[in-house]
């Protein structure tokens, strides 16, 4: 099928800046769109932000302004460019990408990531 691998987290100070990315790889596949979400502890996993094959994007309100995703079709890569981070920024940040891949016949697919921490410190 099609495996993400993301790199780019870490620990950064609070006002700072990271850029996280995530490519899939696998054979005959056509991503429809790829995304961002991130998990705190104690808390559900929640969108970050999203953009489809045509470039439409989607953020969460807490990083409206702050984040911008980007997306690479050739390469199937999208990137997540994180500014001004906050401490509450801080979480597990998977990729996520959804698609077709052919088996014969097409087949959708909903991939995750492994995730990849961003700690943000005060």
């Known amino acids: 099928q099609v495996q993400l691998v993301e790199s780019g987290g870490g620990l950064v100070q609070a006002g700072g800046s990271l850029k996280l990315s995530c490519a899939a790889s696998?054979?005959?596949?056509?991503?429809?769109?790829m995304g961002w979400y991130r998990q705190a502890p104690g808390k559900q996993r929640e969108l970050v932000a999203t953009v489809a094959s045509d470039g439409r994007t989607n953020y969460a309100d807490s990083v409206e302004g702050r984040f911008t995703i980007s997306r690479d079709n050739a390469k199937n890569t999208v990137w997540l460019q994180m500014n001004s981070l906050k401490p509450e920024d801080t979480a597990v940040y998977s990729c996520?990408?959804?698609?077709?891949?052919?088996?014969?016949?097409?087949?959708?697919?909903?991939?995750w990531g492994q995730g990849t921490q961003v700690t943000v410190s005060s």
């Open positions: 996520n990408a959804r698609g077709r891949y052919l088996r014969v016949n097409w087949f959708q697919f909903d991939t």
């Open positions: 696998g054979s005959f596949f056509v991503i429809d769109a």
